[in-house]
């Protein structure tokens, strides 16, 4: 299915009726919108597909709708407090994707006229609770491709500093890379009438107020991250893929970044990352074949380090040991200071 998870397809989604599938969570990741890359990291998988059933379970204890029927061990469907060891397969709702069309240079989202029902929205959408000194927000606010005051504010605060309300931001989903839009441009070319528009903000707020309170149960800061959502056969919105994991989302303890940073921050710098950038300002569909060099295989202790943090991550959100054995936060972040 892409580069970090795999899909199982039980029943092809129709025109009109979801499909059902599984998505088997793998070890792999990826970073930068590589892709897959060299090395694997161990149980990563495991614990996301935890994280994102327990969040599921939550919305929809909340009135959300999402594709989720729950995770498989031994082939039966069970809720996450039903499983006797951690499990690494999700079932769940299958929606069509309908992929934009590629031409003369641009994407083109006419496809996307309103009508569609059962079919992914072709957006990724993102909250941000803070902006970190390398969250690419502050970025592009730096670069004059955004005004800041279009978001509410009129200065960009220090690294760190919680917002007083969130940024709702948008970039798009099914393009070679994703590329940051206005919301007025995210309607038009997901063919969204306003109360769908009005629906997504208070879905996602909603999202994001609830992966904030459970984290913040573990002793975690929510950051930022995003989601995914699809129209169900009614057109009615549902959270769809992943949520509430350190790959959709940035979580930080007390400063120490548990998410996929520590990773990030190893390949920052590198001729291969400085490569990829550049290629994918092209904005070509195909960039990565302009890029010589490849990713290095990270460094033992930096997979284990990784590894750690997705486990003890799984353990402290859900609040139940599926890893044992697994360092708390704060050794985590010892250790990632002699690292680094």
């Given at each position: ?22 998505f088997v969570f793998s070890d792999r990741y ?6 897959e890359m060299p090395d694997h990291i161990p ?271 799984a353990n402290q959100v859900t609040g139940r ?20």
């Amino acid at each position: 299915m892409g580069s970090v998870k795999d899909l199982i397809t039980i029943e092809e989604p129709q025109e009109k009726e979801a499909g059902k599938g599984r998505f088997v969570f793998s070890d792999r990741y990826s970073v930068f919108d590589w892709g897959e890359m060299p090395d694997h990291i161990p149980h990563k998988g495991a614990a996301l597909c935890l994280m994102t059933a327990f969040f599921f379970e939550k919305l929809e204890n909340q009135g959300l709708k999402t594709h989720y029927r729950g995770l498989v061990e031994n082939d039966e469907v069970k809720k996450i407090d039903e499983l006797q060891a951690p499990s690494g397969i999700m079932e769940v709702q299958l929606v069509n994707v309908l992929e934009p069309e590629y031409k003369n240079g641009t994407y083109d989202y006419s496809i996307y006229d309103g009508s569609q029902k059962n079919c992914l929205i072709p957006l990724e959408i993102i909250y941000r609770n803070t902006l970190p000194e390398n969250s690419s927000f502050r970025r592009r606010a730096e670069n004059g491709e955004i005004d800041i005051k279009d978001y509410g504010l009129q200065e960009l605060p220090e690294p760190g500093v919680t917002l007083d309300e969130p940024i709702f931001d948008v970039s798009t989903k099914l393009e070679a890379s994703d590329r940051y839009i206005s919301w007025q441009e995210a309607r038009e070319i997901a063919g969204l009438t306003q109360e769908e528009y009005t629906t997504i903000q208070n879905t996602l707020n909603k999202v994001n107020q609830t992966i904030t309170r459970e984290v913040k149960k573990a002793g975690l800061q929510n950051l930022d991250g995003k989601i995914e959502l699809a129209f169900d056969k009614n057109r009615n919105i549902m959270v769809v893929d992943a949520v509430g994991t350190p790959d959709e989302c940035r979580f930080s303890y007390e400063g120490f970044s548990i998410s996929k940073e520590a990773v990030r921050k190893y390949y920052r710098g590198t001729e291969w990352q400085k490569e990829a950038e550049q290629a994918k300002k092209t904005g070509e569909a195909e960039w990565k074949k302009q890029v010589s060099t490849k990713p290095d295989s990270l460094p033992e202790k930096v997979l284990q380090l990784a590894s750690d943090i997705y486990k003890e991550c799984a353990n402290q959100v859900t609040g139940r040991e599926w890893f044992a054995d697994t360092p708390s936060f704060l050794e985590l972040k010892k250790q990632y200071k002699k690292l680094v």
